[in-house]
């Protein structure tokens, strides 16, 4: 069967193809009986609308947004951080008729060279149909995002930047830090462990960090505030991807090397529940034998009585999307309150 065309439909109405794509595109041009006829006789002959592409090449506009994640699409679905700034930010985009593209970022295949592995970093940037971009959970100078820039894209990133022609939505992460570290000193607390995300399988086997492999800036910089703010050692620990499982492992590394703090700090709510959870498998108490905190303040932390930093992730969300749209948009960098919600994980360190 013949592929039904514009020009097809044109003919048998006896009309201009440009009348055609005014039915669909510039409705104001043609009289309501011209453009109902238009439509009911494609719906008769099968024509299936202007193809999307073509009409982006025209307008010169994708009428959509592109979200960069880490390597996994299920992270967009299943990390509560990630589906409440997604909630935020869909609320705002909606109201402008545009869509969201979720790009997942690859690593590459296993066994794959160095030059394969930063091809597949980029590939979803450089096949995007797109107008704007936004990263979630990579940090600010990552291949694709550079490749968004080189682009011309609007970026628009959560991580605080010193570029005074950048586009942000953030929160003071180091901050932040010195918030938990505040509090923690004031409970005596010397020593503490860190948990923190990396790209690695979620519930890998723990490990031990340095501060100069934390890859993401608001990480790094909470980090820092910790430091600053706590008198004795942090240890950096990872289990992996942003997960219950990865702070459940990073926990049980800390207790198989004999390294258990009196205080636990998970960079995300999610990594502090699953120290939670190790703990609690092992016996011990939170927080009479390890006081536990944890970032972002989801509705998980509350249930769980968790001591954590609230962040107003749905605003993030809603602020980004306005920067996304909107070139003209005013500021494009915007700092977000937070605040220390102390709850029962957290108490004197222990003796």
């Known amino acids: 069967m013949a592929r039904i065309t514009v020009k097809t439909l044109a003919a048998a109405l006896g009309v201009s193809p440009a009348t055609v794509s005014n039915a669909y595109n510039r409705p104001d041009q043609l009289s309501p009986q011209l453009r109902e006829r238009i439509l009911a006789t494609a719906e008769e002959i099968g024509y299936p609308g202007p193809d999307a592409a073509g009409r982006t090449l025209r307008m010169g506009r994708a009428e959509a947004v592109g979200v960069l994640l880490t390597e996994r699409l299920s992270y967009a679905f299943s990390d509560p951080f990630a589906i409440e700034f997604l909630t935020g930010l869909s609320e705002v985009v909606e109201e402008h008729g ?61 991580s605080v930047s010193n570029d005074p022609e950048s586009s942000w939505v953030a929160i003071d992460d180091f901050g932040a830090g010195v918030m938990v570290g505040e509090h923690l000193a004031s409970l005596g607390h010397r020593d503490i462990a860190v948990l923190v995300e990396t790209n ?15 890859s993401f800036l608001d990480y790094a910089a909470r980090v820092a505030g910790l430091r600053k703010a706590v008198p004795g050692q942090v240890l950096i620990v990872s289990g992996g991807h ?22 636990i ?34 509705p998980a932390a509350k249930a769980a009585d968790l001591t954590t930093v609230h962040q107003p992730i749905r605003d993030k969300g809603q602020h980004v999307g306005r920067l996304l749209i909107d ?19 957290t108490a004197p360190a222990r003796r």
């Open 265 to 298: 700090v998970g960079l995300s709510d999610v990594l502090a529940l699953g120290a939670l959870q190790a703990l609690a498998n092992c016996r011990l108490r939170t927080p009479a034998n390890v006081s536990v905190c944890g970032f972002d303040d989801i």
């Open 200 to 214: 690695q399988p979620a519930g890998s086997p723990g490990w031990r960090l340095d501060a100069a492999e934390l």
């Open 327 to 345: 070139p003209a948009s005013r500021p494009r960098q915007v700092l977000l309150p937070i605040s220390l919600v102390t709850r029962a994980t």
């Open 98 to 158: 545009i869509s969201i593209v979720l790009m997942p970022v690859s690593r590459g295949a296993p066994g794959s060279s160095p030059a394969e592995a930063d091809e597949s970093q980029v590939t979803a940037v450089r096949n995007a149909n797109i107008d704007a971009l936004t990263i979630l959970s990579l940090p600010a100078d990552h291949p694709a995002a550079t490749l968004a820039r080189a682009r011309g894209m609007r970026l628009v990133t959560t």
């Open 242 to 263: 942003n997960s219950i499982e990865s702070g459940a492992t990073a926990t049980t590394w800390l207790l198989d090397h004999d390294q258990l703090p009196t205080a």
